[in-house]
């Protein structure tokens, strides 16, 4: 295992640690919790809470800021978060007008969620949740009850905190969130595994010709593997995936997102997203946001993902409204 830190055992802390030295104009920890939160926080609004096991950097610490997340919960990597910490970012952010808990679909971080989101309840703090699902690759794992969410998440997290930041109600904002979700689809790949800095060794092999089409960012199985093909030819299959689960037609506006697996070089997503936006305009799609770099990764995995989102008015003037974030900024 080749990888620059000191002790496995430590790594959320120490990353944690080194993040808020690095951004304290945006960030602070909650003592003795691995929860983020915003550094300045408004008085009244609905509070936006994520997160879940760490390895996915930027996701989601970096998307805590203005027009985003009010806190993010970090588990230890590829670990859902435990109800006490989730608990915890609940009762930081929580100013009176509600929380809304954005939740990738995989079983612990739905469960453990979910069992926060009683919890808060009984305290007296008004909680709604929303499960992110898009990706079209796998319906049912050993790790999912249904598709699991993936580099989708990022396009909940903007819109949703658009919303919130208009002052609109915990209804609102929970409805818009549901809203991205039902019009994102997404799908990814991998050529590399990664390694868990706990474990000391890959998660799982690939042979140098060989690529896993619909892999996890977790390294769950994908749908097959195969020998490497051209990027257009990979891009073709997973888009053709993506449109069969969420049908385009011509004049629709969509977002794209070529979210790189964190060992992808950009040159290879550029190039990747030159098929993508080729593809969807050859259909009469209009591309009206393209996003392409890491949102979403897999510690050291090769590899990216293709997020669409279907857009109407409403999800346009929340793409387009302010986010002063770590990793995500409009301004």
Do not use: W
Request: glycine letters at 8%; charged letters at 25%.
């Amino acid at each position: 295992m080749k990888k620059v830190i000191n002790n496995p055992n430590y790594v959320v802390e120490e990353m944690i640690n080194g993040l808020i030295k690095a951004y304290p104009e945006y960030l602070k920890r909650v003592d003795n919790y691995n929860v983020i939160v915003r550094k300045s926080a408004p008085n009244k609004k609905v509070a936006l809470v994520s997160g879940g096991g760490s390895g996915h950097e930027p996701a989601h610490a970096g998307y805590v800021g203005y027009g985003m997340l009010d806190a993010a919960v970090l588990g230890e990597v590829f670990t859902s978060p435990t109800p006490d910490q989730i608990y915890e970012a609940i009762k930081a952010v929580d100013a009176g007008d509600g929380v809304l808990l954005i939740i990738k679909n995989y079983t612990g971080d739905v469960m453990n969620f979910e069992i926060t989101k009683e919890m808060a309840e009984m305290e007296g703090i008004k909680v709604e949740s929303v499960i992110v699902n898009d990706d079209v690759a796998v319906e049912n794992s050993l790790y999912t009850a249904g598709r699991r969410g993936i580099a989708g998440t990022v396009f909940v997290h903007k819109i949703a905190g658009a919303m919130a930041e208009e002052g609109a109600s915990l209804e609102e904002v929970k409805r818009v969130a549901q809203k991205v979700i039902n019009n994102v689809r997404s799908m990814g790949m991998a050529l590399t595994p990664c390694t868990v800095p706990a474990a000391g060794k890959p998660n799982f092999t690939l042979q140098e010709d060989e690529m896993e089409i619909g892999m996890g960012i977790h390294g769950e199985p994908g749908t097959h593997r195969e020998k490497i093909k051209p990027a257009d030819e990979i891009v073709e299959h997973m888009l053709n995936k993506i449109f069969d689960d969420m049908p385009l037609s011509e004049n629709d506006d969509v977002a794209v997102m070529v979210n790189g697996l964190s060992g992808t070089p950009l040159m290879e997503l550029y190039i990747v997203n030159n098929k993508v936006n080729d593809v969807l305009k050859s259909k009469g799609v209009n591309v009206y946001r393209t996003y392409v770099g890491e949102y979403m990764t897999s510690l050291e995995m090769a590899g990216f993902s293709i997020s669409i989102l279907k857009l109407d008015e409403e999800l346009k003037r929340l793409l387009d409204a302010k986010a002063n974030t770590v990793a995500f900024k409009v301004l």
